[in-house]
Each structure stands twice: as C-alpha cells, then as structure tokens.
C-alpha cells in the first residue's frame, strides 16, 4: 500500500509544546518519546493507527521549529508569486536537505510538502508571542490544510489569546489535552481530522467507528482476562509431596508460600495483559502486593485446604486391605468417606481425626500412607473473589482511561470507596453463582465461563461509563 492511500496527519510546532503527547495519545502508543528537555524529537516518526492490518491514517511526530525565522526568510527571498509559495516551500525543501543547520525544519516539512495534513500544537498555558508567527507563516506557504490544538500544559490560561492569533492561519482550531483526554475527545479530534480535506473525511470517519469497535474489542479481551483469573484462582489447587521426615507443620508453611505466591502470580499475569490489551506495556506503576494474609487460609469455611488427596486416600483405601481400610474407616466413623463427596469436609479434618504422626505411622505394603501430599485449595474463602476482582477492575478502569502520554509512574493504590462503586447485594448473587462452582475443583464448563466473561463485561463497562 503506498502512503497515499491513507490520510497523514504531521504533528508540529514549537519544542516542548507537547507534540509527543499528542501524537502518543492519538496514536495510542506509549512508547513514543516523551521529555521535559526539548530537542528529545529529532527525527520524524511515523505512527500508523492500524486495525485488523488495515491502516487507517498515520500521524507523523516531527521536531520542533529551531530556526523558524531564518526559513522564512529565505522562503520570502525566493518567492517568485504570491500563487505559487507551495513552490518555494519545495525549494527550500530540495536545497536544503544536507543542510544540518535546519535539519529538524526539514523533518517536518518534509512529510507535509508529501501531503500530510498540519496538527499544530501550541501551549494554551503560555501567552501567545511573535516568535510563533513565523512558524505559523510557513506552515500557511505550505497550502496544507491545518489544524491548530491547544494543549494546556500548565494551569493559566491563554486559550482565548490563542485562537485570536491562530484564527488567522488555521481552518480549525480545537483544545485538546493528551494527558487526560477520554475515548470521546480523543474521537471528536479525529472528527475535526476527518473534516480538514474531503478526500479523507469517508476514511476518517470510518476509522472512528473501526475505533469504537476496537476499543469494544479492548473492554471484551480484558474482560475475558479477568474471569480467567477469578476462575483460574479460586479452583487452583497447590499440592506439596512431604520430605521424609518432614514436620506437617513446615510443609504446611511452604505450601502455604507457594500457594500465595501462585495467586499474586496469575494477578501480575492477568495485569500484564490488560496493559498490553490497553496498549501500556511500558506502564511503570506502584501498587500494594495482593494481601493474603488476613485471610486464614485455614479456617473452617477452607476446610478442604489441607490434607491428603483424594486419589491417594482412595488408591490407599482400596489397596490396603482389611487392616487399614478399617483403621481408617474406624478413624472416620461413620463418614462415607470412600465413596467420595464429602471429602472436603473430611480433610480439613484429618489433622483432628487422626493427627498426622499417627497417619504417618500407617503401613501398607511396606509403605507410608501418611505424611505424603499436602493439598491447599480451591480457595474457600467466601471474601477473597470479592477482593481479587475488586483489585482486577480497578486496574483495568485505570489503565484503559489512562493517556498513552503518561511516562511518570502511576499510582494504583485503590480507594476504599471502590467497593461500593460496582458490588452491590444483586450483583454479589450474581457473582457468587459462578464463583461457588470454581472454587468446587471440578473442570467448570467453557459455557459457564463465556457466561462469567459477560458478567464481568457488564461490569466493567459500567464502571468505564461512569
Ligand atoms: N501536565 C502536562 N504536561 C504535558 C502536557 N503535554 C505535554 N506535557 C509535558 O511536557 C513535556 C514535553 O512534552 P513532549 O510531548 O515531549 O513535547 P514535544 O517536544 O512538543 O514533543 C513533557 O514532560 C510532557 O510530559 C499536558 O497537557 N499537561
Ligand atoms: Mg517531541
């Protein structure tokens, strides 16, 4: 495909003013420089919005003006007619390319002088002054259509200064933040896009409704990673083979480690691929560790936490004979343990029935059947996908309305408000349903899941809504 068959979009203006941000948050890309020490754009970049290998436009990032004044200078020395400064501009192009003094003049007018329409970024926070007119007097030579966005990077305000002297200069003049921008400004940008030449608007505007669907298709695959996790955490079981000799009780807390360790794992996993879902793989974040500490993992409503498989009671069962089958039918009175189902109630209760010494001791066939595996989950705890959900939405609402301009590090330390904001009483039943049978260590049906994943959706763009 040649670069015509797409609008182009180059981002210029003075150093400093924002333009990366711009083009990052348009773009959508965070990977693209941003820095507080101007000169940090010295080539041009091309960033084309691609969906389904479909480019849709390309935005161009570009280099400051450094020597604004002297190209106009030369443009008005060599201008021949009034009609025809598109030519000198194409001149001072031509001549000038080796010339390092305005190499990052070339950068920008370059891709201009090849058809990409003009984005120029002001600072709506910093008072209007000559030195821009010169600029501004060029890009008008190059008969490109031209857009002008105010972005206000600090908090005074000379937006209304501005729009008087770019009035004269550009078709459209618009405000726009890249570090706070939501889905709709970021769209209404696009629109004003669309509108600048109309052999693109068609495209344009096609790409905002391709941007709508992507970004649907964002909400969807999040969603999906989230039900994976809350499914994949509650039915994880964590087993340990017990060294010889080893005391129940450190296994006990080595399994414990491992089985945490496991769950804060699929939570980094999951949040891993909702930034790069979102586009934010080079997020730089603080945030507090999942806590499982509060949680007793041991408690009552966690019986099946620990103790030995199931399998293994009952290959132990069926293979040991008379003496231990009934030792341990004795040990279990009147548990239908063997036949399976309540196991879980039973296991969490070994430790009581029959301490774990005393299992130990426990031949067959000149083996030990106690002591052997330890086994910690499906996670019990009636409180813990409440927590682990709260923290997956959280995270997702933040990075999906985060600007792809942001470089400093984000903090997501989650408010104790969050709660109230999407658990109510209905949707806890809702959730529960699902969340009762994950944690029943059975393979769950892919139906139930796709059930789950549009639940969640539900609630994460609710959230995204509001
Ligand atoms: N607070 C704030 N900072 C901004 C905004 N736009 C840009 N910046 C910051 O201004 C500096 C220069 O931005 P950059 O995009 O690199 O400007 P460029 O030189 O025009 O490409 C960076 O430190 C940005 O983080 C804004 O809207 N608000
Ligand atoms: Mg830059």
């Given at each position: 495909m040649s670069p015509a068959d797409y609008p182009r979009f180059a981002v210029v203006g003075h150093p400093n003013k924002g333009k990366s941000s711009i083009v990052a948050s348009l773009a959508m890309d965070d990977a693209i420089a941003i820095s507080d020490t101007p000169g940090t754009t010295t080539q041009k970049a091309r960033y084309p919005l691609k969906v389904d290998g479909e480019t849709l436009y390309e935005l161009i990032d570009t280099p400051g003006f450094q020597r604004a004044r002297g190209v106009l200078a030369w443009l008005k020395a060599h201008e021949t007619d009034a009609s025809r400064r598109h030519e000198a501009v194409h001149a001072f192009v031509n001549t000038h390319k080796e010339d390092a003094r305005f190499h990052d003049e070339i950068e920008l007018l370059e891709p201009i002088m090849e058809g990409a329409g003009i984005i120029y970024v002001v600072d709506g926070s910093k008072p209007y002054g000559e030195e821009y007119e010169a600029e501004m007097e060029i890009l008008r030579w190059t008969g490109q259509p031209s857009m002008a966005l105010i972005n206000r990077?600090?908090?005074?305000?000379?937006t209304q200064e501005w729009k008087q002297a770019l009035s004269g200069y550009f078709q459209m003049i618009r405000t726009y933040d890249p570090m706070h921008a939501t889905l709709s400004q970021h769209l209404k940008i696009l629109e004003s896009m669309a509108q600048l030449r109309e052999e693109w608007t068609a495209q344009v505007k096609n790409s905002i409704a391709l941007f709508e669907r992507y970004h649907a298709m964002m909400r969807e695959r999040s969603a999906a990673a989230i039900a994976k996790l809350l499914y994949r955490a509650l039915s994880h079981v964590e087993r340990l083979v017990l060294k010889e000799g080893e005391e129940a009780e450190e296994a006990k807390k080595r399994l414990t480690s491992r089985y945490k360790q496991r769950l804060r794992s699929f939570e980094v996993e999951t949040q891993k691929r909702i930034e790069y879902i979102w586009n934010h793989q080079h997020l730089k974040k603080q945030q507090e560790n999942l806590r499982l500490e509060g949680l007793d993992l041991f408690s009552k409503e966690s019986a099946s936490v620990f103790g030995l498989t199931r399998k293994e009671l009952l290959v132990t069962g069926a293979s040991s004979g008379a003496v231990t089958g009934a030792g341990i039918d004795l040990a279990f009175a009147g548990h239908t343990f063997f036949a399976g189902g309540i196991i879980g109630a039973v296991v969490g209760g070994v430790g009581a029935y029959l301490a774990f010494n005393e299992l130990a001791d426990i031949e067959v066939l000149g083996k030990k059947?106690?002591?052997?595996t330890l086994q910690m989950g499906?996670?019990?705890?009636?409180?813990f996908p409440y927590i682990l959900l709260g923290r997956a939405l959280f995270h997702t609402m933040h990075v999906a309305q985060l600007s792809h301009a942001v470089r400093q590090s984000v903090n997501f330390?989650?408010?104790?408000?969050f709660r109230q904001q999407w658990l109510t009483d209905a949707r806890r039943k809702q959730l529960e349903k699902y969340h009762k049978q994950f944690r029943q260590a059975k393979k769950t049906d892919e139906k139930v899941l796709i059930e789950y994943e549009a639940l969640i959706l539900e609630i994460l763009d609710g959230l995204l809504a509001s």
């Open positions: 990077i600090d908090e005074a305000d000379y059947i106690g002591r052997r499906p996670m019990q705890n009636r409180n330390e989650m408010d104790e408000n």
